[in-house]
């Protein structure tokens, strides 16, 4: 089975902080994405990853920022983190892009908090 | 870009049948996910679609037509545990590649 996981389930940090998310998948995946899950505005993506080392900015990058050193970690990063910024974070991965059968597999979430 | 549109809120009666409705506009389509997410858990593949037709799994299945932009995830039997947020996405031609959600469908599933 594939697993993703994710460094913390529930995060509670103050606003200026340096914020650090991270996300670990070992089923070799190509692919690694950061996503934001708000009510009633449903899943956003802020970043996404096809290779080591390389990223593309998805929806709502502003105020992200995020590290592919290996293939297995994506790390999300909060520079400066804001209150604007409390959502669930939910990170995922998949095989390839553009290939029937790529679904996503995703992590079980860091609820992070900005006081 | 695309305009995903799902109900958000959808009541349904243990062991009734219920049809989640998922209308899209693209450009260029190349495949339609739906997910499940329980409350404070992470989404789950449910099924995949990329031709016309109906696809069958279990007591789940999943339709498409593409000359509508519409699909639908019918689920049968429900039980309780089916209670939970049904999430549509979409992917274009082209780009990224990346579906992209719609904002989902609460079910409730009462006795």
């Known amino acids: 089975d594939v697993k993703v996981t994710q460094s913390s389930r529930y995060l509670v940090k103050r606003t200026g902080e340096k914020v650090f998310l991270e996300c670990v998948q070992d089923?070799?995946?190509?692919?690694m994405f950061w996503y934001r899950q708000d009510p009633g505005l449903g899943l956003r993506l802020i970043y996404f990853?096809?290779?080591?080392?390389?990223?593309e900015k998805g929806d709502i990058p502003e105020g992200y920022s995020v590290s592919r050193e290996k293939k297995e970690r994506f790390s999300l990063i909060l520079e400066s983190a804001s209150t604007n910024q409390t959502s669930m974070y939910l990170c995922?991965?998949?095989?390839?892009?553009?290939?029937?059968?790529?679904?996503?597999?995703f992590g079980p979430g860091t609820r992070l908090t900005v006081t | 870009g695309q305009n995903i549109d799902q109900p958000t809120e959808m009541t349904a009666t243990e062991g009734a049948i219920v049809q989640i409705n998922c209308t899209y506009q693209?450009?260029?389509?190349?495949?339609l996910f739906w997910y499940q997410q329980h409350a404070g858990e992470a989404p789950t593949f449910l099924s995949y679609?990329?031709?016309?037709g109906l696809e069958e799994k279990g007591r789940f299945s999943s339709f498409l037509s593409r000359s509508k932009g519409y699909s639908y995830l019918l689920l049968k039997e429900l039980q309780m545990k089916d209670s939970a947020s049904y999430l549509c996405?979409?992917?274009?031609?082209?780009?990224?590649?990346?579906?992209?959600f719609g904002r989902g469908t609460s079910l409730i599933v009462h006795p």
């Open positions: 995922a991965s998949s095989r390839e892009q553009g290939a029937e059968g790529d679904e996503q597999y």
């Open positions: 089923m070799d995946h190509e692919n």
């Open positions: 990853s096809y290779d080591v080392k390389m990223k």
């Open positions: 693209t450009s260029g389509f190349n495949g």
């Open positions: 679609n990329v031709l016309d």
């Open positions: 996405a979409v992917r274009e031609i082209g780009g990224s590649y990346i579906p992209t």
